[in-house]
């Protein structure tokens, strides 16, 4: 069974820094590209960030700030979070792409997502 | 950037009714269209990729289609267990795109 856990939220200052983590089990990790997708508290789903095994793209919201990384030998995903502002309150959601190598950009299964919340 | 417009944003139907929901695309993006569902306080779960190919495990209660860049996602005979918060999402070209949701309440 695929699995993704996600880790690292929490309460942060604004201007200050958090790293997300998420651990997949249950598939070739480096195989498949990797997504964060964020759920502001009662909003609707917003793509953040994607990493494949060549390409890196950000959501215009967090291009600067935001830093996606992968370690495919722990089978981890990881979001260097900087600069943090309030909007930027929500659930991060570890996803992976449905399809391997070069990727559907569609997304199964999700992670059950970690919660960052940015306040002072 | 591809806009997605959703609608409606609610529906109030009965068990057993036929749902509708319908995804615009603010430019061409062929089939490259999912479906999801959200329970609340659950993460998302696909439904339908490539506008109509239902993902494995998912009820047959569940079709999409698509007419130019109108996508549409059907449910038939609604079941309880129905009753979420259904997205679109254009997996055609970066930044990755979502519509604003429909939530299929119980009339």
């Known amino acids: 069974e695929v699995q993704l856990v996600e880790s690292g939220g929490g309460l942060v200052q604004p201007g200050r820094s958090l790293r997300l983590s998420c651990v997949g089990s249950g598939f070739n990790f480096g195989d498949y590209a990797m997504y964060w997708v964020r759920q502001g508290p009662g909003k609707g789903l917003e793509w953040v960030a994607s990493i494949s095994s060549n390409t890196i793209e950000y959501a215009d919201s967090v291009k600067g700030r935001f830093i996606i990384s992968r370690d495919n030998a722990k089978n981890s995903l990881y979001l260097q979070m900087n600069s943090l502002r309030a909007e930027d309150t929500a659930f991060y959601y570890c996803v992976k792409d449905k399809d391997y190598g070069l990727g559907s950009y569609m997304f199964d299964p999700w992670g059950h997502g970690t919660l960052v919340t940015v306040s002072s | 950037d591809i806009q997605m417009t959703q609608s409606p944003s609610s529906v109030s139907a009965s068990v057993g009714d036929r749902v509708t929901i319908n995804c615009r695309a603010s430019q061409g993006i062929s089939t490259w269209l999912a479906w999801y569902q959200q329970k609340p306080g659950r993460a998302p779960k696909l439904l339908i990729y490539?506008?109509?190919g239902l993902q494995s495990g998912v009820s047959s209660r569940f079709s999409g289609s698509r007419s130019g860049t109108d996508f549409t996602l059907t449910i038939n005979n609604l079941q309880p267990e129905d009753f979420a918060t259904y997205y679109c999402?254009?997996?055609?070209?970066?930044?990755?795109?979502f519509g604003g949701g429909t939530k299929v309440e119980i009339k």
């Open positions: 999402q254009q997996a055609h070209s970066f930044p990755l795109t």
């Open positions: 490539a506008a109509s």
